[in-house]
């Protein structure tokens, strides 16, 4: 029933685990400043409980995930300083207790 992984300041490398989505108790998630070269898993989608979430400083690409809108309990939200493309999914409209989010330094548009 892990809560909460740390792993940001690191030299990781590589994709983000799709596993990972198996977390389900997580509440905090943090991999700032590392050097990931993934998309975002669409299987994290599946974290309901999660409230602080940093993906921030990194070389994820790709577009943002619907999936993540099951996020409900969102607090903070930091994907700044990647690669990212696309546009904000109109299902995180539902990201209703979100207090802090911070998606610039990527390649979004819309």
């Given at each position: 029933n892990l809560r909460i992984?740390?792993?940001?300041?690191?030299?990781?490398?590589g994709l983000l685990p799709k596993e990972w989505g198996s977390l389900t108790s997580l509440e905090g998630f943090f991999v700032r400043r590392n050097q990931l070269v993934s998309t975002l898993p669409s299987e994290y989608g599946r974290w309901t409980q999660i409230r602080e979430l940093s993906f921030a400083i990194n070389y994820l690409n790709g577009t943002l995930p619907s999936e993540y809108s099951f996020m409900t309990n969102l607090d903070v939200f930091e994907l700044y300083s990647n690669?990212?493309?696309?546009?904000?999914?109109?299902?995180?409209?539902?990201?209703?207790?979100?207090?802090?989010?911070?998606?610039?330094?990527?390649?979004?548009?819309?």
């Open positions: 992984l740390y792993l940001y300041d690191n030299e990781l490398n690669e990212l493309s696309g546009t904000l999914p109109r299902s995180w409209s539902s990201f209703s207790m979100l207090r802090q989010a911070n998606f610039s330094d990527n390649c979004l548009s819309g």
